[in-house]
């Protein structure tokens, strides 16, 4: 038999672990519902032809592909061959894989509203937390497997819903008490760019070259570019354009010079300018940064687009997600507009580990632990369980009859801070001791005492 591993980029969770995950999950869950936002879920799989063609091509190579079910049967059986012969070829076949794991919340959700657009009332605001799948190469913070916190809007072109998902983001953070910057730029200001540098046409060879800058340097995304035409001059403009420093402010003015009356390019430094002096009134914009660098390498965003980062943090985005226009349209239905945002959980996970950010309560399930001291005082004991538990204090008991030692030695390994004896002489006088293992402090109460007792 061959040892029992897991899938590369896979990952068990222990219960203090997913203690800690639904901390973040619950104050996430909470901010989104507090900024009205209702909750919606989608399959795991979807059609392959709904997520195909929507990510862009490095996208679309790491969409999980799902094996066609009842290959058992002879005549699947031949056509999957056959299916195989045209991969090998070079060619896609409907007979091998006709679905896929889900490899983002928003191509799904784009799915959604577009075959229920006529029962929904617009702007729809939902938020959804579910699990998603890509065929990557596993690292810190990057896995094949992994939970997604989504927030969108619909069915508005106003920039206000920018400005309120980015209230959304610092609100949530601040409350996991993890410090972030939230990185802003526009599309439109990256199309200006390409416009710059040889026409529209070029946007997404230079959305995904841009996109790589921090992981592989300006040196190879050069080399890139002069593989995907970009002349010497082009190539200089780009580089001034990515090397924009100073305040949000400078940056901005620095920009608009750069791109002079390009039309989309004003668009972009309007739809920035406008972020940046709304929270000057709420007090957030401390938090934003215009960061031209920023590209979002998805093909669907059309207009403002974010990036969070953990301030102090060895960690890549853990948040992100801009405008997208027309993205229904990839389903047949037209002219209904989106912005939306995403939280990366499991990042956000690792950053609060590193930097030691979670409650310490958290991790306690078990408020009261009944020490099990013979068949008559267990039976008492787990009556009296039974009344705390309904007045929603976590306890439980412990199964068999064993020594003190055994039983102190539990309490201490799962941290609960409570123990009730009850003996054969607490169970003649109708009383029990209640024993704090923190402070060592114990007291024998009666048991309808018990019942309103302080843990």
Known sequence: ???????QGTRDFNAVTVQKRQYIFQTIRAVFEE???TPLETPAMENLDTLMGKYGEEGDKLIFKILNNGLDHPQKKEQTILGFDKILEGKSSSTITERALRYDLTIPFARYVAMNHGALTFPFKRYQIQPVWRADRPQKGRYREFYQCDADIVGSESLLNEVDLIALYVTAFQRLNVPVEIKINSRQIL????ELCGGSDQLINLTISIDKLDKIGWEKVQQELTTKGFTTEQQNNIQAYLNLSGTNTEK???LSALLGDNAAGQEGIAALNYILNYHTHTGMESHLVADFTLARGLNYYTGLIFEVKAKDADMGSIGGGG???DLTSLFGVPNIPGVGISFGVDRIYDVMEEKNLFPTSISQS???LFFNLGEAEALQAYQLMLTLRNK???????PEKSKFDKQFKYAEKKNIPTIVILGSEELASKKCTVKNLSTGI????SFDELIDFQF
């Open 392 to 398: 929603k204090i976590a306890c439980e008991i412990y």
């Open 442 to 445: 114990q007291t024998t109460i």
């Open 1 to 7: 038999m061959s040892k029992p591993s897991l899938p």
């Open 35 to 37: 900024f009205g936002f």
């Open 191 to 194: 199309l200006a760019l390409a």
């Open 366 to 368: 078990t408020q009261v």
């Open 252 to 254: 901005i003015q620095k």
């Open 323 to 325: 405008r997208y226009n």
